[in-house]
């Protein structure tokens, strides 16, 4: 899948191909592979449970799981556990503080990665969607008109609650977030998952 760029755990990979006027267009649902961040990922899974959510503050994370140029401008970060009996998607939403025409406004793109529960291991490459297109994909921040962008990050930490909460609480924007993730792995992961899969559940029970 081409050479790895210095200091970072994912692949850039270009999967654009139309021609397009549109910037934003050109520049939507930009697929990098997340590569060297499975061990932690498998934490993630035994911290949170299937049809959960949780909050959780970016230095408490795994390590490696987000670049270090991605963490130090995000909030916080969601993690969520969705699966469907046959597959199962960890969900990693990091909460990335941006300014759009001077004001600030949380973007959020997805990070997925997939197992088969039956074979009981993580698929060793995940989707990072940058520049995702989706429903409330960009959220106002407000309050912290007054405090400069360090400012506003260091104090939205401060006023974080950690936690859990079922899945289906969740607010609509993060299940679109996770939806909209899980679409992409499929469109650009999904078959060399299902070939993955399928060989890992034969290597468990050799009957099958």
Known sequence: MGQEGKALNYLPINRHHRQDSSLHNFMSNKLSYMTKCIESVEILRKDVAEGQL???????????LLPQSLADKCTSAVVAVS???????VAIIPERLDVVNNVKVHDNDPIIYAANPNAGQTFPTGAFVHHSNYPGRTEPVTGYETCSYKQTITAIKADLITGLQPLGAAEPKYIAAISHGIDQFKQHLGQAFEEWSAKKVVAERPDI
Do not use: E, H, I, R
């Not at 949780?54 to 490696?64: E, I, M, S, T």
């Open 54 to 64: 949780a909050f959780y503050q970016v230095d408490k994370l795994p390590p490696g």
């Open 83 to 89: 699966g469907n009996g046959t597959s199962s998607y």
